[in-house]
């Protein structure tokens, strides 16, 4: 039997996301038909529309958003000398919500992979080096995660600001090892932020 | 910390999904952001926008479909004498997947419940009776699932059709108590149409 192509098309594109495989994609397909209204299918579609031509990421620090300079770059009471290194910009919402962190971040949109093909050159670090060179910086905190890839990329960044004359810690304790960091509670990443150890 | 806008509104519309919390709906616009290119965008928002336009219910058995009468009525081979209700759309995709059945189908499109102040008006009932009575049908198979709701719809059908000189039978042993027909594998739905029994 073969499905109505409108309907083969929506489960095709549900399954280009992550842990959503035929069937799952299927049951959000079916229920689009059955319980969303054409407006609903207009408002959804027009939000996914939109996404790719409202955000792009921050030529200063790689976060995502909707205006020239991110919310974070643009805030003058942000503490300038301290500089948080993650991988990705949830980690800079998950940590953000925790309320502990005052300082800046750089979005490395990624991290180091060999086995992937993803080497250094792979991810945003080319402006992070003139950010750590203009003096402002005093201190670099590395928050990729616990994952092999994540103290892959960290141990490379160390390597290279080792000339510099900078703090570099890594985040502390309290992120569980194997975990990725947006999933990771508040006070877990309260405690991992304050407990943090010079590499 | 607010999050760009667009990405908010992509977030709300992914927690319109059964089983999306907002940390999944989270995840998913972060996806699209990272890993969608502009055109990819553009094929997923198409395909949600296409999907109430060209896809309506069969107005002779309540399958969806694209056409104006869905396959399986347009097809002159299937056995007409045999009807087999079902709940869903997705309920015909699996039978039909089994290859067991070669009858036809009334989609209920919902199940009695009570609980939710859902009564036989609610689903489509209407078009069921007709069908029955034109003297083609001799036998009816309801398939709906093995939950209660499930239940309260096939002994409600069965008690309208007490009357109807025809053989009303359940699906039979197979379908594990309590599962959605949805989620049966193949082999499991074989044998329940096998084996079903007389009301």
Redesign the interface.
Same mark, same amino acid.
């Given at each position: 039997? #073969? @499905?109505? %192509?409108? $309907?083969e098309? @929506?489960i095709?594109?549900f399954m +280009?996301?992550?842990g959503i495989g035929r069937k799952t994609a299927? +049951?959000?397909? $079916?229920?689009? #038909?059955?319980?969303?209204?054409?407006e609903?299918?207009?408002?959804?579609?027009?939000? #996914? @529309?939109?996404?790719? %031509?409202?955000?792009h990421n921050c030529p200063n620090c790689g976060l #995502?958003?909707?205006r020239e300079l991110c919310?974070?770059c643009e805030d003058d009471i942000r503490d300038e000398s301290i500089l948080m290194i993650v991988e990705?910009?949830?980690d800079?919402?998950s940590i953000?919500?925790s309320g502990e962190f005052k300082g800046v971040y750089h979005v490395l949109?990624g991290v180091i992979s060999p086995m992937d093909g993803k080497g250094p050159e792979d991810i945003n670090l080319s402006t992070l080096w003139p950010r750590i060179t203009d003096n402002r910086v005093k201190e670099v905190i590395i928050a990729t995660s616990s994952t092999q890839e994540g103290e892959t990329t960290a141990l490379y960044i160390n390597r290279v600001l080792k000339d510099v004359d900078i703090l570099v810690s890594r985040i502390g304790y309290g992120v569980p090892v194997g975990l990725n960091l947006?999933y990771a509670d508040d006070l877990t990443l309260s405690k991992a932020i304050e407990n943090r150890k010079k590499l």
């Amino acid at each position: 039997m #073969i @499905l109505p %192509k409108a $309907m083969e098309d @929506l489960i095709t594109e549900f399954m +280009r996301f992550p842990g959503i495989g035929r069937k799952t994609a299927e +049951r959000y397909a $079916m229920h689009v #038909i059955n319980n969303f209204s054409l407006e609903t299918t207009e408002t959804f579609g027009n939000a #996914i @529309l939109n996404i790719k %031509k409202q955000i792009h990421n921050c030529p200063n620090c790689g976060l #995502i958003t909707d205006r020239e300079l991110c919310q974070v770059c643009e805030d003058d009471i942000r503490d300038e000398s301290i500089l948080m290194i993650v991988e990705s910009s949830k980690d800079v919402f998950s940590i953000e919500k925790s309320g502990e962190f005052k300082g800046v971040y750089h979005v490395l949109n990624g991290v180091i992979s060999p086995m992937d093909g993803k080497g250094p050159e792979d991810i945003n670090l080319s402006t992070l080096w003139p950010r750590i060179t203009d003096n402002r910086v005093k201190e670099v905190i590395i928050a990729t995660s616990s994952t092999q890839e994540g103290e892959t990329t960290a141990l490379y960044i160390n390597r290279v600001l080792k000339d510099v004359d900078i703090l570099v810690s890594r985040i502390g304790y309290g992120v569980p090892v194997g975990l990725n960091l947006e999933y990771a509670d508040d006070l877990t990443l309260s405690k991992a932020i304050e407990n943090r150890k010079k590499l």
